[in-house]
């Protein structure tokens, strides 16, 4: 896979600072600052904006009703404007100049801090460029995992396999954010950070894969002989109607605590304790965060035409989980290894 980071769309940039310009009409402001990974890379149509994957972005983004500018340093913008960034006017710094040091403050500017929830909501509502990005990455993520999964060994280590999932995502250009494996003796851990224990006879692996700003979030089973055995597959089974619950509430106008309500009361329905909700997170919105945001009982965003979601119901020893959107003619599940049937329409977004 050889992938070739896209330029700008410049319908979606148009419409992306018509929203940040709706934003800044609706507090009153002149100016709003954009530091965190999901805003920045999200106004720049994915360009990497990183050096390190656990760290800020490296630049600033300022937007303005009639404007819109990049603070980044000396050491870095070269190598930006040559290979990452869309064309936007850009201000450096000297490197040992802190970047906010030179940003915009006080009346009339808003911070991220100060708009959290606005901002989520300004991007959840994905555009045509974004949209065919995600199909992309959501294809090339599963293929890899899948193929790998094909290709597993009982006697192979959770790291071994971890280190080989990295390496063909690294290959596609995903950044791999998170990749846990856990092996048939570990697999009461909700979050399974790889060790040196070997699969056994049932393993999962969860990959959460980034490209152009995009996260699609999946988890896969590996089973030896490629049948599951009961009482696994009937697990399997329920709690993949728990999921179900979840996408069948994830409709335009729904709130994430809504969605949260009907999922989790599936678990009961389907012959699992009532309060297994509780005991791990189930997920939430998706697209330039791994969650934009996670699903709470107080989580009041509400659901878009157009936005990303992942799912993730788990019970004792069973987890499934994929990155979806929702759309006019319901879910479109993105972590496929096949091509999309859906052409992507002009209306997507707004």
């Not at 980034?210 to 996260?215: A, F, K, N, S, T």
């Amino acid at each position: 896979m050889n992938h070739e980071r896209p330029g700008p769309d410049e319908d979606d940039r148009r419409r992306k600072h018509a929203r940040l310009v709706s934003l800044l009409d609706a507090r009153g402001a002149g100016t709003i600052v954009l530091r965190s990974a999901a805003a920045v890379s999200w106004y720049l149509d994915g360009s990497r904006v990183h050096v390190s994957l656990a760290a800020d972005p490296i630049v600033a983004v300022v937007v303005s009703p009639g404007d819109a500018w990049l603070v980044a340093t000396s050491n870095e913008v070269d190598r930006l404007q040559a290979e990452e960034l869309p064309d936007i006017r850009v201000r450096t710094v000297p490197w040992h100049t802190p970047i906010d040091a030179v940003l915009p403050s006080g009346d009339g500017v808003l911070q991220e801090a100060d708009v959290a929830a606005e901002l989520r909501a300004a991007r959840a509502s994905l555009l045509p460029a974004e949209l065919a990005r995600f199909r992309s990455l959501g294809r090339e993520t599963t293929s890899a995992l899948e193929t790998l999964v094909d290709e597993l060994d009982p006697a192979r280590t959770e790291r071994a396999v971890a280190a080989d999932l990295a390496g063909r995502l690294v290959a596609a250009g995903i950044d791999p954010l998170v990749l846990l494996v856990a092996g048939e003796g570990r697999l009461a851990h909700r979050h399974p950070l790889p060790t040196e224990g070997r699969l056994g006879s049932r393993a999962m692996l969860v990959a959460c894969g980034r490209r152009d700003g995009l996260i699609v979030n999946l988890t896969r089973w590996f089973d030896e002989g490629g049948t599951p055995a009961e009482p696994f597959a009937t697990d399997m089974q329920c709690i993949r109607a728990v999921e179900r619950a979840y996408l069948d509430a994830t409709v335009p106008g729904a709130s994430l605590a809504d969605i949260l309500r009907a999922g989790s009361a599936a678990y009961a329905e389907q012959g699992f304790d009532a309060d297994e909700w509780t005991r791990h997170h189930q997920g939430g919105a998706a697209g330039y965060a791994g969650r934009d945001p996670r699903a709470t009982p107080e989580a009041n965003d509400v659901v878009q035409p157009w936005q990303a979601f992942a799912w993730n119901p788990t019970a004792p020893g069973v987890k499934v989980e994929d990155t979806v959107v929702v759309t006019p003619d319901g879910i479109e599940v993105l972590t496929t290894s096949t091509a999309s049937a859906h052409p992507i329409p002009s209306t997507v977004g707004g």
